[in-house]
């Protein structure tokens, strides 16, 4: 157990419609870290927040957007879902940013 | 634009034997290495990592060797066991340290056969 807690462990929706993926970091850990592993891309770098402010920015489109709160959980908000979005997606935190510690991951099914 | 390659998909050795990953780089700004294991359903676990200044380090049945000239790490695992069955990620910091968000690779597929 990583520590990391994600939420939900599946999801399944439709094209066009809106879906928030939750992570709630280790105990201490500042930094959050989104991921997401398709079958031919491999782990992909979305975005990072470290204690509540955007540190950086990876291939994230711009139907895609993340916040982490002041309890320093974050949310991942997908938006205007199309098939190819259908991924696992990965939250991971760190506290000095040498290791990650990853969730077990959100499937997203887009149908 | 990969910066870290994993050129083979997938590795099948026999239980007891010696299991070698191989991981490519372009950057040479990257100079600390780690290597992930992810099982099915879970999450990317770390294993081991390495400094640019060793081009050895050893963890149990883990080590990780680095040829910086050749822009080359290896993982061995020795002796192999089922357990061991994942996949494995070589990663580095994006924008070389020690510390920051990861680029992977695209991961090997470790199969141990008993």
């Known amino acids: 157990d990583s520590g990391v807690t994600q939420t939900p462990k599946h999801l399944i929706t439709a094209t066009g419609q809106r879906v928030t993926l939750r992570c709630s970091p280790r105990s201490g850990d500042l930094s959050v870290y989104w991921y997401q592993q398709s079958l031919d891309q491999g782990l992909q770098f979305l975005i990072q927040y470290y204690n509540g402010e955007e540190r950086a920015k990876g291939n994230i489109l711009e139907r895609f957007s993340a916040q982490q709160f002041p309890d320093l959980h974050s949310e991942l908000n997908l938006s205007s879902l199309e098939l190819g979005d259908s991924a696992l997606y990965f939250c991971?935190?760190?506290?000095?940013?040498?290791?990650?510690?990853f969730g077990s991951g959100t499937q997203l099914s887009v149908l | 634009d990969q910066q870290v390659k994993q050129n083979s998909p997938s590795l099948s050795v026999q239980e007891g034997r010696i299991s070698i990953l191989n991981c490519d780089y372009t950057?040479?700004?990257?100079?600390?290495f780690l290597w992930y294991k992810k099982y099915p359903a879970e999450g990317p676990t770390f294993l081991i990592s390495i400094s640019s200044i060793k081009d050895k380090n050893e963890d149990g049945r883990f080590t990780v060797f680095l040829n910086k000239s050749a822009k080359h790490l290896s993982l061995h695992i020795v002796p192999s066991q089922p357990g061991d069955s994942a996949v494995y990620f070589c990663?580095?910091?994006?924008?070389?340290?020690?510390?920051?968000?990861?680029?992977f690779g695209k991961g090997t597929k470790l199969s141990v056969k008993p």
């Open positions: 991971a935190s760190s506290v000095a940013g040498e290791k990650l510690f």
């Open positions: 950057n040479s700004m990257f100079d600390y």
């Open positions: 990663a580095a910091p994006r924008y070389g340290g020690s510390q920051g968000n990861l680029i």
